[in-house]
């Protein structure tokens, strides 16, 4: 069974930084892509980030370039979103998510969901 276990979420003021865990088990790291992606009230979830197996490939959403990084550490199974420059409008849940294929930006590639952390940028 694949679990993936979102932390780090919180309140931020704009311009602010925080940085989001996805822990999971050694197997499903080395196996799975994973990825970040979110939702916002009333909104439907969209991606924000992915991470090859092997951290050779990453891939952003354009609103995100240049102030969103994704990596993967292999030692604690765990892929960081870290997110800098922070927008009220990246206020969201953020969920990562597990697939088996290659880098993919839409929800169904993805095999496995956590359950989401909040993040709150105020202005």
């Known amino acids: 069974q694949v679990q993936l276990v979102e932390s780090g979420g919180g309140l931020v003021q704009a311009g602010g930084s925080l940085r989001l865990s996805c822990a999971t088990s050694?197997?499903?790291?080395?196996?799975?892509?994973i990825g970040w992606f979110r939702q916002a009230p009333g909104k439907e979830r969209e991606f924000v980030a992915a991470i090859s197996r092997s951290n050779e490939s990453t891939s952003y959403a354009d609103s995100v370039k240049g102030r969103f990084t994704i990596s993967r550490d292999r030692a604690k199974n765990t892929v960081y979103l870290q997110m800098n420059s922070l927008k009220p409008e990246d206020t969201a849940v953020y969920y990562c998510?597990?697939?088996?294929?290659?880098?993919?930006?839409?929800?169904?590639?993805?095999?496995?969901w956590g359950q989401g952390t909040q993040v709150t940028v105020s202005s």
């Open positions: 998510a597990a697939s088996l294929l290659w880098i993919v930006t839409t929800m169904a590639g993805y095999d496995y």
């Open positions: 050694a197997r499903t790291f080395s196996n799975y892509v």
